[in-house]
Structures are given as C-alpha cells and as structure tokens.
C-alpha cells in the first residue's frame, strides 16, 4: 500500500484512491434477501394430515432434473447413488475415494468416491461434495447438513416445506 509519494505511472496518490473505491463499488455482486423465514398453517392445507412421511423433493444437478431427493438433517454427508451418475454419464469425474459410512441404511457402507455437482433450487446454485455409495437406498440423493446449512435452508418436516433466501426473497 503507498502512503506518500508524488505521481506512479502518471497518477497521483489520492485520484488512485478513488479509483479503487469506484472500482470496488461497481463489482459488488447481488446480496441475497435474508428475510425471517416462517411456516404458517396455510403452508400446510395442501396436505392430508396427519402423515408420516420424510421430507422428499426434486432438485436440479447440473443440467439434469432428479428427483426423489430426501432431506436429511440428521446426516452428516451428502450421499449419490452411483446408478444416477451412470444414467447421466458422470461416472468419469468421480474422484476415487474410500470412506466409510457407518449407520447407513441401518449398516456400514464404504463409497466409491467423491464428486463435486452443481446444486440448483430456486435458482440458487451451490458447489456440492457429494459420497457416492452404489447399492439401493430408496433415494437417490441425500441431501445431509452441508448441503441445508450452504443454502440457508429452513425445514418444516410439518408442512413438509423448505425455505431459504434467494436474490428474490424467501422460496
């Protein structure tokens, strides 16, 4: 950082200054809208209640659509099927890596690597690790606390609703 000095390349020191004011001020990107997230009861009529089931959505990976996706706030990983990277021909930019997920599926399984997907809900886009376990899990995504707590979501298993900030407001 320069302190004192008359003229660099031709620029004194405080137009210099002003200078990387206005440019830091032009490259501001967009803030995402942090209103209070709530549930209310209309959230819920579209539901028969009472129910019992898990809190499962559809959610753009990549390019592609896919569906059945729980979210888990008690897991600690983001977890993929290896069938669903096969179907969208991905299996090439798994990262080969050995883990193992012990209380899965009410046993231990180890992974086949890692892979790094583009998450996409409500046009916010977020940089996902996900485990890839091959097997059936009766999802095909699990989305685990990385993934909820990256997105800012809030989860209402109740209204069987997420919600989260968005350049929008709350979706």
Do not use: C
């Not at 009472?50 to 896919?66: E, Q």
């Not at 009410?106 to 485990?131: D, M, Q």
């Amino acid at each position: 950082m320069i302190f004192r000095g008359n003229e660099i390349n031709g620029v004194t020191f405080s137009v210099a200054k002003k200078i990387k004011i206005s440019v830091t001020h032009n490259k501001r990107l967009p803030k995402v809208i942090e209103d209070d997230i709530t549930f209310t009861e209309e959230d819920a009529d579209r539901l028969l209640l009472p129910y019992n089931d898990a809190l499962v959505i559809s959610i753009n990976a990549l390019y592609f659509k896919i569906k059945r996706v729980l979210v888990d706030p008690g897991s600690s990983a983001n977890i993929i099927q290896w069938r669903v990277l096969e179907q969208v021909k991905l299996t090439g930019s798994i990262i080969p890596t050995i883990k193992l997920l012990a209380e899965f599926n009410l046993t231990s399984v180890i992974t086949r690597g890692e892979i790094v997907l583009a998450t996409n809900a409500e046009r916010v886009t977020k940089t996902t690790l996900f485990e890839v376990v091959d097997g059936n899990m009766g999802y095909n995504i699990i989305l685990g606390r990385w993934w909820i707590h990256k997105m800012k979501v809030v989860s209402s298993t109740y209204h069987k609703l997420l919600k989260f900030p968005t350049l929008e407001g709350i979706k």
